[in-house]
């Protein structure tokens, strides 16, 4: 017999649906299921405290920070978050303008304001600009790749740099300037690392790259913070609908389960919290994070997935991107100022480089990005990802500001530089329920791996099944439903990963 998890209010009509996870796939599946005519007996089973997985904006510094999703990637009406966020009336007019959702930027982060030497003194930024277009160019080019029969090299990062390597073997500067060209590709593939979720460019599959898709629109954030998304989302939702702090521990598929409260009904699906409570289930719509789902895997489910389902699971990348926030009382860059780049002058990417790690972390940071003003506080953005970010995690508070005062007193030459008065940081790898930030697809896999990723349990079944469509963030779309009541086939949906918009 099974204990039910669910209370008197739940309609007794329909099939028993649980989503597990409460971040914006999660709800959005939810919210779908909501509009379904067959409306279902529904709960979302959210780990933590708190809605909205990756999305997370936080009140601090005298205004809000995100802690997690950051921008509207391709803000136009081909972007459903794009839709959600005019929905709720999130955006202003600049974002909503026709100019603004017209314009092309390839997918690639905008130059910076001002590039700093990290040993004292600027870049200029003509040179900054030159080696961008060649770094972008050569992104560009591994687009073409996507039909290829046979890539010419396995990963994005050996293929930029062959190409980079050539290149630079007919420069015909002085070595100092040679140097620098490198420095500031090398800060490229950091940036890279960051938008890609990824350690290193090398592991990055260079044949599936050009599958992701770029829309237009002129990057943008969400003034009031990310988190409107998910307080609009969860107001449509019934308030009963969400069961906190019930983290999942095993997702018991394939079988005939009971529960006391109805009496003659079986259940192929109960799920296992960690405190011991289960929720038995016609149908589960899993939307848990990729990091966790690795971690997980061998106990997670029972029976085990299929084979070719766990080899996706472990094939495909999940990487971690974080971001230290820095509260200076008072400014030292200048007025107008949007981005602050550090490039690391005896960096290559031609140089395969390991250091030990404490002394050396920082140096995979791509930048800081300078924050809209707050009343009484002037905040930096410094984004970090790989290894570096994940032990960058294991630091105090106070190692980490030791180590970027440091960092910005070097580079902008002044050894006077007032060390930050306040610093906040994101630590997703070190999230239980998160372990990472985003997904890549790696080499050894392809995209097909990803819709392998996504295709419900049972696989290949014979009965009539409920079709399905997965979009990012905003989750599944049912497109039809056979029979009534309890009449859906049991089945295990998967909410696959995409690319996040930290």
């Known amino acids: 017999m099974e204990s039910s998890g669910g209370d008197a209010e739940t309609p007794s009509f329909g099939p028993r649906v649980l989503v597990v996870g409460g971040g914006i796939a999660g709800l959005g599946a939810a919210q779908r299921l909501c509009r379904h005519p067959a409306f279902p007996r529904l709960r979302v ?3 933590t405290a708190r809605a909205g997985g990756r999305i997370r904006s936080e009140r601090s510094f005298g205004g809000v ?4 999703a950051h921008w509207i990637h391709g803000p136009s009406q081909g972007n459903p978050v794009f839709q959600l966020a005019a929905k709720y009336g999130l955006l202003g007019e600049k974002e909503l303008s ?16 001002v590039s700093y030497a990290s040993s004292g003194g600027s870049v200029s930024l003509e040179l900054v600009a030159e080696m961008a277009t060649l770094f972008y160019s050569l992104v560009d080019q591994t687009r073409e790749f996507l039909h290829a029969a046979e890539p010419p090299v396995p990963s994005v990062g050996e293929y930029l740099k062959k190409e980079i390597s050539q290149r630079a073997a007919r420069w015909t500067e002085d070595e100092g300037t040679r140097k620098l060209k490198l420095a500031v590709l090398d800060s490229f593939f950091s ?3 960051c938008v890609s979720g990824a350690h290193s460019m090398d592991l990055v599959a260079l044949a599936p790259f050009g599958e992701y898709s770029v829309l237009p629109g ?15 989302i969860l107001a449509s939702l019934p308030q009963d609908m969400m069961v906190f702090n019930k983290p999942v521990k095993t997702v018991h598929w394939n079988g005939s389960f009971q529960e006391a409260t109805s009496p003659g009904e079986t259940f192929p699906v109960s799920v296992e919290c960690e405190d011991g409570t289960r929720f038995p289930a016609h149908h589960v719509v899993l939307t848990v994070p990729l990091g966790f789902l690795k971690e997980r895997l061998d106990t997670f489910f029972e029976p085990p997935l299929p084979t070719e389902k766990a080899e996706a699971i472990r094939k495909v990348g999940f990487g971690t991107n974080n971001k230290i926030f820095l509260e200076f009382a008072e400014p030292f860059w200048e007025p107008g100022c949007q981005h602050i780049q550090v490039v690391w002058e005896d960096a290559s990417p031609l140089q395969d480089a390991a250091p ?4 050396t972390w920082f140096r995979k940071l791509i930048g800081f990005l300078v924050l809209p003003s707050f009343p009484s506080a002037h905040v930096l953005c410094g984004f970090i990802a790989g290894l570096e970010s994940e032990f960058m995690e294991t630091l105090s508070d106070a190692e980490v500001l030791q180590a970027l005062t440091h960092v910005l007193r070097r580079a902008t030459g002044n050894p006077q530089l007032p060390a930050p008065r306040g610093v906040l940081r994101s630590r997703w790898h070190s999230a239980p329920y998160t372990r990472g930030s985003y997904s890549y697809v790696a080499v050894g896999s392809t995209g097909d791996d990803i819709d392998l990723l996504a295709q419900p349990l049972p696989m290949g079944g014979e009965k009539p099944q409920v079709g399905c469509r997965l979009h990012p963030w905003t989750g599944l779309e049912l497109l039809g439903h056979r029979g009534g009541g309890c009449g859906w086939p049991p089945r295990i949906y998967f909410l696959c990963e995409n690319k996040n918009n930290f």
Do not use: F, K, W
């Not at 314009?103 to 304001?113: A, D, I, Q, Y």
């Not at 002129?218 to 609009?232: F, K, N, R, V």
């Open 191 to 193: 940036l890279e690392c």
């Open 65 to 68: 920070v995100e802690i997690g």
């Open 98 to 113: 026709a100019e603004n959702q017209l314009m092309e930027t390839g997918g690639h982060v905008g130059l910076p304001s």
């Open 218 to 232: 002129l990057d943008c954030t969400l003034p009031g913070g990310y988190q409107g998304l998910i307080d609009g």
């Open 356 to 359: 030990a790690m404490r002394d």
């Open 45 to 47: 089973l959210e780990a």
